[in-house]
């Protein structure tokens, strides 16, 4: 069932020039899971703070940008900042959350009504950077903050949000969901020997890079050893967690201006990135899980164009096992969606972020096919393998030919892909066990039915046996119940002191509350 996007309505709303009172300059509203908590700082919260917390210090550069432009202040906290005179938006790494003097910080600007709100963004990196990063357990303090808590992601499984708001001390949440399928991005699988990846890296780029003369590139890498790498082969910037704020600041400033079209980069740049005319992204060997491909392959067509997504796989890579047998991230799921070659890449994807799926064929907008789709698309299916062909159905119309073909087996259905499989079963886990109808609702459905006719007859000679085609108020035979009629009143009083006797029944309604399935209502024709 499909949740009505309740965020992208918001967005057309105000996606228009906003003006602000004491001004007559236009403020550019722009799009993104952002704009509620930056028009809010603009034209609403009246000097009290935002307080962004960001998983990455790569993001701070974003964030600066999209507050110039609205003419807002933003800073980014040190333990100098001031309580007096704060900034509108400000900006925190998570490692430096853990600090007493931050949360002094957070508890003066509370104390002062300072504080508007906390917003997290790319909330599922407090999950799946659990495992390295122990700061990312020490956010249990937001279920204590006192203010408003937003959370913000593109790419939350359902299956963990329960652990997401474990982790930030929360109890109740209201969740607003939009689909994560990009109908314009065209998900393609390369598959090559080893020892001439790089060729194929080389290859791709130059074809990505002739695509048009302004698209960037991002490529992304699973070690800062390979972005260098990469980076040194087609002679283009690299980024990753050990350079220092102002060199990868200095990258994204040449990506966004143009001057650099392509950057080789970890995941350090997978999220909260949004650069410009991104046309193509490559992955340089397999993306670690399903949650960082849809990240990093997000960063791609941001403004709705056709773009591409290529995952370079050597042919030899060995297969990565999950210690947790939830795989709970997609590590496992992915490395299979990549290896099967028959069903299209987005299914088992969207199944697993969303728990529903739609192919390249049946997406509406732009139709970017994927390198499955498009093949499909483009070859009749062979009837001679063991393929999704229904070979039994026309057996007997092949029978009557003259020269019948004689296939070695015929098509049996097969189980699904396992990676199909798993997305499935983790998308069955939010889904709420249907409970059986028990004998009372059934029992009640029946009084609700009797009700309704009732209710299109007069009652008054239903009950003494006579026609009952026209309404209690229009009835030729007795004056309404409610002109006080004494035959009426009498039949009332009997009634209710037979009924006051009965254990269960209503001496108001007279109806019974079991409803007893032994009496039967019978309603003249």
Not at 98 to 103: D, E, I, N, S, Y
Not at 164 to 186: F, H
Not at 251 to 257: G, I, K
Not at 287 to 304: C, K, L, N, T
Request: proline residues 6%; aromatic residues 6%.
């Amino acid at each position: 069932m499909r949740e009505r996007n309740i965020f992208c309505i918001f967005l057309l709303q105000v996606r228009v020039n906003v003006t602000i009172l004491s001004h007559s300059k236009p403020v550019c509203a722009g799009s993104g899971k952002t704009l509620p908590g930056l028009l809010n700082a603009a034209l609403m919260d009246e000097g009290r703070v935002t307080l962004w917390i960001l998983p990455l210090q790569s993001m701070h550069h974003h964030y600066r940008m999209q507050c110039q432009k609205l003419d807002i202040s933003c800073e980014t906290w040190t333990p100098k900042s001031s309580l007096l005179a704060p900034k509108t938006n400000v900006l925190v790494t998570v490692e430096l959350t853990q600090l007493q003097v931050f949360k002094d910080y957070v508890a003066n600007l509370r104390a002062r009504g300072r504080l508007a709100r906390i917003i997290i963004d790319e909330i599922h990196l407090v999950v799946t950077h659990a495992s390295f990063r122990p700061s990312m357990e020490s956010l249990t303090w937001m279920g204590a903050a006192g203010c408003q808590v937003v959370l913000q992601t593109a790419t939350l499984p359902p299956v963990l949000q329960e652990r997401v708001l474990k982790a930030l001390g929360l109890t109740t949440c209201q969740v607003v969901r939009a689909k994560t399928c990009r109908c314009n991005i065209s998900i393609n699988v390369v598959k090559c020997p080893s020892q001439s990846l790089y060729t194929v890296v080389k290859q791709c780029f130059d074809n990505a890079l002739s695509y048009s003369t302004e698209g960037r590139i991002m490529l992304f890498c699973r070690s800062k050893s390979k972005a260098e790498e990469i980076g040194t082969l087609l002679d283009i910037p690299v980024c990753h967690s050990a350079m220092d704020r102002e060199k990868v600041d200095g990258v994204l400033n040449e990506l966004y201006s143009g001057t650099k079209r392509a950057v080789a980069s970890t995941s350090l740049l997978g999220v909260a990135v949004d650069v410009p005319q991104v046309t193509h992204v490559i992955h340089v060997e397999c993306p670690y899980d399903i949650i960082s491909y849809a990240q990093e392959a997000g960063r791609v067509g941001r403004d709705g164009s056709p773009a591409w997504s290529y995952i370079l796989l050597p042919q030899d890579l060995p297969r990565r096992r999950e210690k947790d047998k939830e795989d709970l991230f997609g590590i496992e799921a992915l490395q299979d969606i990549w290896q099967d070659d028959r069903t299209c890449r987005r299914l088992a994807i969207q199944v697993f972020l969303d728990g529903a799926a739609e192919p390249c064929s049946m997406m509406g907008g732009i139709e970017h096919f994927c390198d499955v789709c498009m093949a499909q698309s483009t070859h009749m299916p062979d009837r001679q393998t063991n393929s999704a062909f229904p070979w039994t159905s026309v057996r007997r119309v092949l029978k009557s030919l003259p020269t019948p073909p004689q296939p070695d087996s015929y098509y049996s259905p097969t189980p699904l892909p396992m990676h199909l499989q798993t997305a499935a079963a983790h998308a069955s886990r939010h889904q709420p066990p249907a409970k059986p109808t028990s004998e009372l609702s059934i029992k009640l459905q029946k009084v609700h039915h009797l009700m309704e006719r009732l209710a299109l007859t007069c009652v008054a000679c239903w009950l003494r046996g006579l026609q009952g085609d026209h309404l209690l108020a229009d009835c030729p035979r007795r004056d309404s119940p409610t002109d006080k009629n004494r035959e009426w009143q009498k039949w009332e009083s009997a009634m209710r002191e037979d009924v006051a006797k009965i254990e269960g029944v209503c001496y108001s309604c007279t109806c019974s509350q079991d409803v007893s399935s032994n009496i039967s209502f019978f309603l003249p024709l």
